[in-house]
């Protein structure tokens, strides 16, 4: 069973820039979720997507927008980056109706804004 | 969402248990009570959960209050492996809508060779 991977691990972008973070959800999940991990905090809630459509968003702009596709695999996406985006982006699957609701992530994609 | 608090710090020495509390004085009847750890340099992984009852697993065990306005993780034999952040969050049933997580700051534990 291969779990949640995301690429890339580093990225290093200019303030408005654009950036796409990738992930591959665990086999068998339909679910995936996305979070921001400012440094010292816990993850935020960024959005989920649910067959292939977004299924719940925290609080974060329009900038701020994802996809997901047949595969369940998963992007998000960060239009004109601010530098308090600089953050540890994770991303997370699961299997919607499985009892304990468990949530699989990845390792994370580290995103400093210069 | 319902809030929960928990210490920013602990310390254990290795091989000694662990009891980890989170306070929840606002859940509501249908919330279940998860714990998630963060590993350094890894993403959040599932511990365990609990409604009501006490609950064991292979990581560790639940202890829920009886008015479940509080919870304790325990570890029942720190390893040096167990350093992590833990976090106690609060979820509505997954009939409920999405099922995010709402992280706080957790408590840090680090142990003590």
């Known amino acids: 069973e291969t779990g949640v991977t995301q690429s890339p691990t580093h990225l290093i972008k200019t303030r408005g820039q654009q950036v796409t973070l990738r992930c591959s959800s665990q086999?068998?999940?339909?679910?995936v979720s996305w979070y921001q991990q400012a440094l010292g905090q816990g993850p935020q809630f960024i959005f989920q997507?649910?067959?292939?459509?977004?299924?719940g968003r925290g609080n974060f702009p329009p900038r701020f927008s994802g996809l997901q596709f047949p595969n369940y695999s998963s992007e998000l996406n960060v239009n004109a980056l601010e530098l308090d985006d600089s953050a540890l982006y994770l991303c997370?699957?699961?299997?919607?109706?499985?009892?304990?609701?468990?949530?699989?992530f990845g390792p994370g994609t580290r995103l400093t804004v210069l | 969402d319902a809030k929960t608090t928990q210490p920013n710090s602990m310390e254990s020495n290795e091989e000694e248990p662990v009891h980890l509390p989170c306070n929840h004085s606002?859940?509501?009847?249908?919330?279940?009570i998860h714990w998630y750890r963060q590993l350094p340099s890894q993403g959040p992984e599932y511990v365990i959960h609990?409604?009501?009852s006490n609950v064991n697993n292979r990581m560790a065990s639940l202890a829920i209050a009886e008015d479940r306005k509080s919870s304790t993780l325990i570890l029942h034999r720190a390893t040096l492996r167990d350093a992590a952040v833990y976090y106690c969050?609060?979820?509505?049933?997954?009939?409920?809508?999405?099922?995010?997580?709402?992280f706080g700051t957790g408590t840090r534990l680090t142990i003590i060779p």
């Open positions: 997370a699957s699961s299997f919607k109706g499985q009892e304990n609701n468990e949530q699989f």
């Open positions: 086999s068998g999940h339909n679910t």
């Open positions: 997507y649910y067959r292939e459509e977004e299924n």
């Open positions: 606002t859940i509501s009847g249908t919330d279940y």
């Open positions: 609990g409604l009501t």
């Open positions: 969050i609060l979820r509505p049933p997954r009939a409920f809508g999405n099922e995010k997580l709402t």
